[in-house]
Every structure is written in C-alpha cells, then in structure tokens.
C-alpha cells in the first residue's frame, strides 16, 4: 500500500517441496497489472514450473488453504482416536493420493504446522483451528518430524516403511468435505475459481483429480450433509458449511449428476 510502480509488484507461491513440485502460485495484488502476471508466469515457466494466477492476495493463497483444512480434520480425527496415523495416510493413498496427511506433517515439521494454524486462525478465525494438546505434546516431547528423528513416524533410521491399511472405521469422505467446504470459502473470497481451485489441486496436491471435480462426483449434498454431521457432533467451526456451499445445496446444484456443482455439466 501506498508503494511506488506497484503495478509492478505480484507474488509467487512455490508448493514444497519447490524442488519437486511443479506448482507456482502467481498471486495477483490489488494493483498488480496484467502485463506483471505475465512476466512473473514467464520466469516460473523458465524454472521448469507451471504458473497458476491467484486473483486475490489472502493468507494461504488457494493451496495451503485446502491442505490446512484437510489436514485439521484429518489432525483432530487422531487426537480424538478415531484413527492412526497408518490408517487416516493409508486412507488417502488408497483414493490416489501418494503421500498422507500425517507423513506430510512430519516432513514439514509437527512445530511448523502448528505455527501455520496459528496463523491462519488470526486471518479466517476459528474454522482453522486445531487440536492444540496433540501438538503441544508432540513439540514438547520434541516429535517434530523427520528433522529430529521422529514424529507420528519414525524416521531415525531413515524413511520409515508406511503401511497399514485404510480404517474400516473412519470415513475419509471427511477429509474431503473440509478441503471441498474451503474452496467454497475460497471462490466467497474471489480469490481463485473451480478450475484455478482444480488446477492447484492437481500440481500441488499431486491429486489424480481436481477438488472440485471430485466433490462434484460424489455430490454437494452429501458432502455437506456429513459437514453438519459433524458440526452438530463437535461444534467445530471447520465443519459449519460455508454460505455458498447451502446456497448451491438450495437450488440443486449439487454436482455432476445435477448438471451443475463447482462446475457446469
């Protein structure tokens, strides 16, 4: 604000591991000029990346919006004993993801992710907040992750062996109606669109379909009657179903098989 040439100022998002991840997320500001988003497009390009224009600069972008409000399910679904790390990571390969949620933490780091969900709950409140105890007790227990040796895994020894089988208990639909719920919140935010929300998914999720592609084939209606579900049990704001995701409930737009949803059919 109040900057100089800042038409000429934009941001870039790199998706981590940067050296790995194809992702970059071109966040526009409120006075980047068109001409600034393509140069910035143009150098991720020239990195090997693929851009991804953001139209709104908010806390998180589009990416690590998704990934902290599935991560807070999946996170408070352990703290509660509803299921292992093994189970809720073997969960998630099984839909098609290749890395689960709980080794994603520990790579990142148990302190880090912590750090993040503080951050986020100052911007957007207490949708992003998460189960305080487990990680004050897995920080204070030094379980950062794979830079001290251990985390909800083991990692002294190196990469640890990940198995286990997906829980015949816990639904991972869950998993998915947070992160789909967010991208309601994202598109009320006008800062990305279905496609954009779908494109982020792809490249810095490495997930074989987009979000909103994948809510639209299991249905609004469904996903948003397992949000209240689970607001009515837990009273999270994280499941309180966004305004936009009841409204297009409302009027039937609830996915592929209704013509219309995230996207139209």
Same mark, same amino acid.
């Given at each position: 604000?109040?900057?100089?040439?800042?038409?000429?100022?934009?941001?870039?998002?790199?998706?981590?591991?940067?050296?790995?991840?194809?992702?970059?997320?071109?966040? @526009?500001?409120? /006075?980047?000029?068109?001409?600034?988003?393509?140069?910035?497009?143009?150098?991720?390009?020239?990195?090997?990346?693929?851009?991804? %224009?953001?139209?709104? $600069?908010?806390?998180?972008?589009?990416?690590?919006?998704?990934?902290?409000?599935?991560?807070?399910?999946?996170?408070?679904?352990?703290?509660?004993?509803? %299921?292992?790390?093994?189970?809720?990571?073997?969960?998630?390969?099984?839909?098609?993801?290749?890395?689960?949620?709980?080794?994603?933490?520990?790579?990142?780091?148990?302190?880090?992710?912590?750090?993040?969900?503080?951050?986020?709950?100052?911007?957007?409140?207490?949708?992003?907040?998460?189960?305080?105890?487990?990680?004050?007790?897995?920080?204070?227990?030094? @379980?950062?992750?794979?830079?001290?040796? @251990?985390?909800?895994?083991?990692?002294?020894?190196?990469?640890?062996?990940?198995?286990?089988?997906?829980?015949?208990?816990?639904? %991972?639909?869950?998993?998915?109606?947070?992160?789909?719920?967010?991208?309601?919140?994202?598109?009320?935010? /006008?800062?990305? $669109?279905?496609?954009?929300?779908?494109?982020?998914?792809?490249?810095?999720?490495?997930?074989?379909?987009?979000? =909103?592609?994948?809510?639209?084939?299991?249905?609004?209606?469904?996903?948003?009657?397992?949000?209240? /579900?689970?607001?009515?049990?837990?009273?999270?704001?994280?499941?309180?179903? =966004?305004?936009?995701?009841?409204?297009?409930?409302?009027?039937?737009?609830?996915?592929?098989?209704?013509?219309?949803?995230?996207?139209?059919?």
């Amino acid at each position: 604000e109040g900057l100089r040439g800042a038409g000429r100022v934009g941001g870039m998002h790199f998706s981590n591991p940067p050296i790995l991840m194809p992702l970059v997320e071109v966040v @526009k500001g409120r /006075e980047t000029s068109e001409e600034t988003l393509r140069v910035i497009a143009r150098v991720a390009e020239k990195l090997g990346k693929t851009p991804v %224009v953001v139209k709104k $600069d908010m806390r998180g972008f589009v990416l690590n919006r998704i990934l902290m409000a599935a991560g807070a399910e999946g996170l408070w679904a352990i703290s509660r004993g509803e %299921v292992t790390p093994e189970e809720l990571d073997a969960s998630l390969k099984a839909m098609g993801f290749p890395i689960g949620f709980a080794e994603a933490v520990d790579i990142i780091g148990v302190d880090i992710v912590a750090a993040v969900g503080r951050n986020f709950r100052e911007a957007y409140g207490d949708r992003f907040l998460l189960p305080v105890g487990l990680l004050e007790e897995m920080v204070g227990k030094g @379980k950062l992750g794979k830079k001290t040796g @251990k985390g909800f895994y083991d990692w002294s020894g190196g990469a640890p062996q990940i198995g286990g089988k997906p829980s015949e208990t816990y639904n %991972v639909m869950r998993v998915v109606a947070a992160a789909a719920n967010e991208a309601f919140w994202i598109i009320e935010d /006008e800062v990305a $669109d279905p496609e954009t929300i779908d494109k982020v998914a792809k490249l810095g999720m490495m997930s074989p379909v987009g979000l =909103c592609e994948l809510a639209d084939a299991i249905g609004l209606d469904v996903l948003a009657s397992l949000l209240n /579900e689970m607001y009515g049990k837990y009273g999270l704001e994280l499941y309180k179903p =966004c305004p936009l995701l009841e409204e297009y409930v409302k009027r039937g737009w609830i996915g592929k098989n209704a013509g219309r949803g995230f996207h139209k059919y």
